[in-house]
């Protein structure tokens, strides 16, 4: 009977630390499944409507994202959206800090490089 119970309860420890460990990676493949999207179907949307929209998801599902770790430019023949943000994740003496870079497009992922460098000269 007790070891019946120390395993129900390691299983349940095994679960709960997969899922606060997991969660910043499913939360990151919904954002770019989301910044796809966006680019993919934007229609006639403006840089606000897109940006409005994106900045709503990611409110949702509580991501640490800024204007300023966003960027995002709506053209007449694309739309580039990326984004470049840390996740800290502790559990109890566990910690893990994940770094993500989700995109549209390829493309987009170089302009926020681009972005960021002119961002970092500006600040010297």
Do not use: C
Request: glycine fraction near 8%.
């Amino acid at each position: 009977m007790i070891r019946g119970i120390l395993i129900f309860g390691f299983i349940v420890l095994a679960l709960n630390v997969g899922w606060v460990f997991a969660s910043p990676l499913i939360n990151n493949t919904m954002l770019q499944g989301k910044m796809e999207d966006l680019s993919k179907y934007r229609g006639l949307k403006s840089q606000g409507d897109v940006e409005h929209e994106l900045m709503d998801f990611i409110g949702d599902k509580s991501l640490p994202i800024s204007s300023e770790n966003l960027y995002l430019q709506v053209t007449q023949g694309e739309t580039l959206i990326a984004a470049h943000y840390w996740v800290d994740v502790e559990f109890w003496i566990l910690h893990h800090t994940y770094e993500f870079t989700p995109a549209s497009s390829p493309n987009a992922l170089q302009q926020l490089g681009i972005q960021r460098a002119r961002n970092q000269i500006n600040a010297r």
